[in-house]
Every structure is written in C-alpha cells, then in structure tokens.
C-alpha cells in the first residue's frame, strides 16, 4: 500500500523502468547529479530547476519514473494524491500544503510528488470546480514554490493526464517549469517494459519479449496495459500448472508464448 503523505526511499530501480531514456538523461542531469555532488553545481555556478511537470497518457510510467529517481540519488519520497488535499475545507487544506512541504525540508533530500496535480491547479477564477478551496490552495502551493533557499534538496514533480487544464502560473520557471511529455511507448520501448517487468517473473527461455513488443497485437498499449499483459500471462501459466494432475513435475513451471498469446487476447488499451 502507499503509505501517503510519508517519507520512505522507494525500492524501484533503474532496471524497474522500461525505455523513457530521455527522461533518464534529464533527471540524472537535474535531480540525481545535483543530490550526489551538489559542490560540481556549485563550482561551476550551475542554477537548475527544482520544479518539474510530467505530463502524458495514463499508465506510461509518471509515477514509477519519479520513485526510481529517488531511489538513484537516495532521496526520500513522499507521495501526494492531489484531490486528497482538496477534500478539505479552505484554510485546512492550505495547511494541508504548508505541512506537506515542511516535511519535504525535514527530510532532504526530498522528492515531493504530486499526483494528478491538476486538480490543485485549475485556473484560478473559473466557473465550476472546486473554487474558493482551489484558488486559496493554488495560492498556497506558489507560495510554497517560490520560497528560495526554503527548496535547497527539494525536488517537486508534478504529474497530470491534462496539462491543459492547468493554471500557468505553476509552470513559470522556479515553479514546475521544467516540462517533460512521457508518452506512449513504441514498439521497441514496448519490449523494453516487458523486460523490466520480466525480470522477477519465471520466463521461458524461448519467449522474445522484443519480439511480442514489436507485435501488432501490443499496438497502443501503454507501460500499464503492459504491466496487465504480463500479470495475464503469468495467471494463465500458473492455472496450468495448477490442473496438471499428477505428474506436476511435467509442465515446466515457466512463462511461455502460449502464455502470451492467449493473454494477448484479453488485454486491450
Ligand atoms: P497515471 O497517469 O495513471 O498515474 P502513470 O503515468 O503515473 O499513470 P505509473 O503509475 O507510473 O503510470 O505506471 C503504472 C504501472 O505500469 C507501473 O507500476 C508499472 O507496472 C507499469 N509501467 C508503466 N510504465 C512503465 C515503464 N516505462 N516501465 C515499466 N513499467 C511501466
């Protein structure tokens, strides 16, 4: 379970997360480099972001990427679902927000990480939505990212499916200026989450999962739908092995093609 709002180093790795090499490069450069050595930044006057806004389908890793990054530079986690803070009545949620990032300082290095961060940020003024809450909370929250030396070891990451619908004072530098898309996989970075995702699951030899990433069958389907691929075909491998009365010891206790293919069928985008 996600123990949210609370500090934990994630253990998901590196190897746990399939393709999105740009991102990888990116967040070395920003977030990873600057926890491990801060003194090269410093000696050469370097003054990088601290704010970033990932943005994206569903399912393609926003999340993952962000715990696997703290993991790397060996940095604490707090993970905050966005309409959580909102179900509160104004003033509470502005603590809410004060509190949240308190936490963050305390424990530095810190990756905070909002989830569906657009709910935090609807325009301002608007009709409809959560109004007074929201307009006092995004104000809280620009507060809180504009305080300068307040953000030393404090990375924020924000996460939304509808960048669109968000109020562009955050995204202005020193806030979540720093813009970065994860998109659908292609189909070689298809096999390349299979991968990651194999890598504690007993695969046949002969399976290919370049192979069935490439397939038209895995056409569309994101790093979650391919997460659900392989958890079918694992369910169907194992339902085998479970009604091979008798001689069990026959049926390898393998995830084969057949496997796939047949879970193939059932997961779809
Ligand atoms: P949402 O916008 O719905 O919050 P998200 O982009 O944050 O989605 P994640 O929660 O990171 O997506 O991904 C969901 C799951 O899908 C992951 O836990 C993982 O199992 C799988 N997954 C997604 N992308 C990848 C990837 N690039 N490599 C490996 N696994 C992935």
């Excluded at 990433?213 to 056409?219: I, N, P, V």
Aim: aromatic share 6%.
């Amino acid at each position: 379970a996600r123990r949210e709002g609370f500090s934990t180093i994630p253990n998901v790795t590196w190897d746990d997360v399939g393709g999105l090499d740009l991102l990888r490069q990116e967040f070395s450069d920003y977030i990873i480099r600057r926890i491990k050595s801060p003194e090269d930044y410093e000696e050469y006057g370097v003054d990088l972001q601290t704010g970033f806004l990932l943005y994206g389908p569903p399912g393609c890793g926003k999340t993952l990427i962000a715990k696997a990054v703290a993991h790397e530079a060996g940095a604490n986690f707090i993970y905050i679902k966005g309409p959580e803070l909102l179900n509160k009545y104004v003033g509470e949620s502005e603590l809410a927000v004060r509190t949240v990032f308190t936490r963050a300082r305390i424990c530095a290095p810190c990756i905070l990480f909002f989830d569906e961060v657009d709910a935090l940020t609807t325009r301002r003024g608007g009709e409809g939505g959560g109004g007074r809450v929201v307009d006092s909370l995004l104000n809280q929250l620009l507060l809180e990212l504009d305080g300068p030396e307040q953000q030393r070891g404090v990375f924020v990451i924000g996460a939304t499916n509808r960048p669109d619908e968000m109020d562009h004072a955050i995204l202005r530098p020193g806030r979540l200026g720093k813009l970065l898309y994860v998109p659908l996989p292609n189909a070689e970075e298809r096999g390349l989450i299979l991968k990651a995702l194999a890598r504690k699951k007993p695969i046949d030899p002969s399976v290919d999962l370049m192979a069935i990433g490439r397939s038209e069958a895995c056409e569309d389907l994101s790093g979650a739908d391919l997460a659900a691929l392989m958890n079918e075909a694992a369910m169907i491998a194992l339902k085998e092995k479970q009604s091979s009365v008798g001689n069990s010891d026959a049926t390898p206790r393998t995830i084969n093609t057949t496997h796939f293919e047949q879970a193939l069928r059932k997961v779809t985008p």
